[in-house]
């Protein structure tokens, strides 16, 4: 379990406060999305769960570790993989294996036991036919999921992901998606996912919204539609789609709280 105690940062002493006063705490194995605009402080907080910052107040427990312990950082990190933006900040290997080598590399894993552990990352993520490709081949939605790969060749409990499909377009972006959800139902992983598309929220357990440093609601997919006067003063909008279903679900049409197009097609022509 990841706990997150009354936490506040700042960049500066006396500078201003980026989060104020957050508290919540994340299941091993659960969904959840920190949802905002840009500036909102999601991702400050992504990055005091890796320990890649400290609180200025408060206190980050990652399986009961402290993050502003020293000793305890690498293990932290370890266990809270983090995704980041733009994929080709975290490749370093010329070809796909070279890459997830180069971690399993780092952390002394057992030299006969690494082809092993390379090709079962690249299995989950469906990377497993481009093994021994050069990094520099693959596509953006590829790249992402090769970051993705070398993270859980590491044995993490918990991925975060920062604005992790921002740079994809759209059907890269659900193919990363779809792959996430998996490792979080197959293998149980934590997901922290952090974003300010609304369109990238329904699969989550709980849902974060951040306004201005702070938390200023939590939310499942289906209750944030209630909220879209709070979403908007966020600087955010509730999707086409939904927003459409929940207002169709008003007048008596029944729905998903999140539909597809062809099932909002359908039930309007019952």
Request: hydrophobic fraction near 40%.
């Amino acid at each position: 379990m990841i706990n997150i105690c009354n936490v506040s940062f700042q960049y500066e002493n006396n500078g201003p406060s980026i989060l104020e006063n957050i508290s919540l705490s994340i299941d091993e194995g659960e969904f959840v999305v920190f949802l905002g605009r840009n500036g909102s402080g999601k991702s400050t907080l992504s990055r005091l769960l890796n320990a890649l910052h400290i609180p200025s107040k408060g206190k980050i427990l990652v399986d009961d570790l402290d993050t502003s312990v020293v000793e305890h950082q690498w293990s932290i990190r370890k266990k809270a993989q983090m995704i980041f933006q733009n994929p080709e900040n975290q490749i370093v290997g010329t070809t796909v294996e070279e890459d997830i080598a180069f971690g399993l590399s780092n952390i002394a894993y057992e030299q006969k036991n690494m082809d092993k552990q390379i090709e079962w990352s690249l299995e989950k993520v469906g990377l497993q036919n481009k093994k021994k490709n050069s990094v520099y081949a693959l596509s953006g939605g590829e790249k992402q999921k090769l970051a993705i790969a070398a993270a859980l060749a590491l044995s993490p409990k918990y991925l975060i992901l920062d604005e992790a499909t921002s740079m994809l377009d759209e059907a890269a972006r659900n193919s990363v998606l779809s792959t996430i959800v998996e490792l979080k139902n197959k293998l149980g992983l934590g997901i922290i996912y952090i974003t300010h598309h609304l369109e990238e929220i329904v699969q989550a357990d709980r849902i974060f919204l951040f306004h201005e440093g702070k938390i200023v609601g939590e939310h499942t997919p289906a209750s944030l539609l209630q909220e879209e006067t709070l979403a908007q003063q966020c600087g955010l909008e509730i999707p086409f789609l939904p927003a459409l279903s929940n207002r169709l679900q008003a007048g008596g049409i029944t729905l998903p709280a999140w539909p597809t197009l062809e099932e909002l097609v359908t039930a309007l022509w019952k």
